[in-house]
């Protein structure tokens, strides 16, 4: 079976194609700048090397045309026939409560990612043009919708209600639904079959450090509580995201700055964070290179940075009597040896002892703690797209039956 994954943001198409006989990625790429002026596809190449090709895209529906054109291009394509598509599989962010699972798509399911618009009005705009400019150029080929916040549909109502009037949560449905569900349901299992361990007898934290960032406690194979909340702008402290902060704060922020609700949330989700604090970037890279120049202000950002994750997961070691096993995923958690060094040191009490040399890489499945650690720590790096490709087989299977 070949399935396309597909990853439809406001203005951009991710796409990776698979044949799911041993889960060979075919063909993979991005459309970028969908509706603005220089547009362009960015093909990745079977020698490693990228191809980028200009062209006019005002709406997603061009932008899809434009990916199903490159999978049949004779030069760099994957098919001869775009019937060879047996599936098409969908990221989409906000699934609120009403979807728990992934599922096929049908006018019911677009209605309802479209009626949860306002709780993520970026993405899920973004992904219902992607399933609606698939379903005008391939009618008859079906859709799987995969939700990022299905995995953490387990936490129990104590951890997922805030501490506000219950009817505010019947009738607006304000709650934590947590995200980036996909990697920590990816890497909580793929660590376990890694380590040879029953994921139903492990504690298991994850922490999905990207520019996004989020922690998860998978208890037994279930999520029973997450970093992110409403949205993906609360917990830790992230690229140019607050993460956690005092309502009061923002509040009197927004009286003194004079800013409407609208600009205050886009202020905390893009001019905060690392981006904030060091005034030097949102990229980790670039703050860890000038932390080593001795710049005080990335020092400090780093210092905040690590010391949320190491909050979060002591909090989490809390709910969950213990910790079995620490997963780092994600661009900076594969990548950046002195976030995960620094999270994790001071905690022997926990039973974490790290190892200097094994935390030495970057970007591949590794044990990073001591033999001697209670707690093993693991770096996995994260695959949501074959998550989207097993569902997708696997629901559309069920069709043929």
Request: proline share 3%; charged share 25%.
């Amino acid at each position: 079976m070949k399935i396309l994954v597909l990853n439809c943001g406001s203005s951009s198409i991710k796409y990776k194609f698979y044949d799911m006989d041993g889960e060979r990625v075919l063909a993979q790429g991005g459309v970028e700048r969908i509706g603005l002026d220089e547009a362009f596809i960015k093909v990745k190449l079977p020698d490693g090397s990228k191809k980028q090709i200009m062209a006019d895209l005002p709406t997603h529906k061009e932008g899809v045309a434009l990916v199903f054109k490159c999978l049949l291009d004779s030069e760099f394509g994957a098919i001869k026939d775009l019937s060879e598509i047996d599936a098409v599989g969908h990221r989409v962010v906000q699934g609120g409560d009403l979807f728990e699972q992934s599922c096929l798509v049908t006018p019911e399911v677009e209605k309802g990612i479209e009626s949860l618009i306002d709780l993520a009005p970026v993405h899920n705009l973004g992904h219902l043009r992607g399933i609606r400019a698939v379903n005008a150029l391939m009618p008859h080929t079906p859709q799987v919708t995969v939700f990022d916040n299905a995995f953490h549909s387990t936490m129990p109502p104590y951890a997922y209600l805030y501490g506000i009037p219950y009817e505010l949560y019947e009738k607006y449905h304000v709650r934590r639904y947590g995200f980036h569900g996909t990697s920590h349901r990816y890497v909580s299992q793929r660590v376990c079959d890694f380590l040879g361990v029953d994921i139903k007898k492990q504690r298991i934290i994850t922490c999905h450090i990207g520019n996004g960032a989020s922690v998860a406690a998978v208890k037994y194979g279930k999520v029973i509580d997450t970093s992110m909340g409403l949205t993906p702008l609360a917990g830790l402290m992230m690229g140019s995201r607050s993460g956690d902060i005092d309502p009061s704060a923002v509040t009197y922020l927004m009286n003194k700055l004079g800013k409407t609700p609208q600009e205050m949330a886009d202020w905390l989700n893009t001019k905060c964070g690392m981006l904030g604090i060091t005034g030097i970037s949102s990229d980790m890279r670039e703050v860890e290179q000038a932390d080593e120049e001795g710049n005080k202000r990335a020092e400090l950002g780093l210092e905040m940075y690590n010391y949320r994750i190491k909050k979060y997961i002591g909090a989490y070691a809390a709910a969950m009597n213990g910790v079995d096993i620490i997963v780092w995923t994600a661009g900076v958690g594969e990548n950046q040896e002195g976030v995960r060094w620094d999270s994790l040191k001071d905690m022997d009490y926990l039973g974490v002892k790290m190892d200097k040399e094994r935390n030495h890489v970057r970007g591949k499945e590794q044990i990073l703690s001591a033999d001697d650690s209670k707690v093993k720590v693991v770096m996995i790096p994260t695959d949501e797209e074959i998550v989207i490709a097993r569902d997708t087989m696997n629901i559309v299977k069920g069709l043929k039956k």
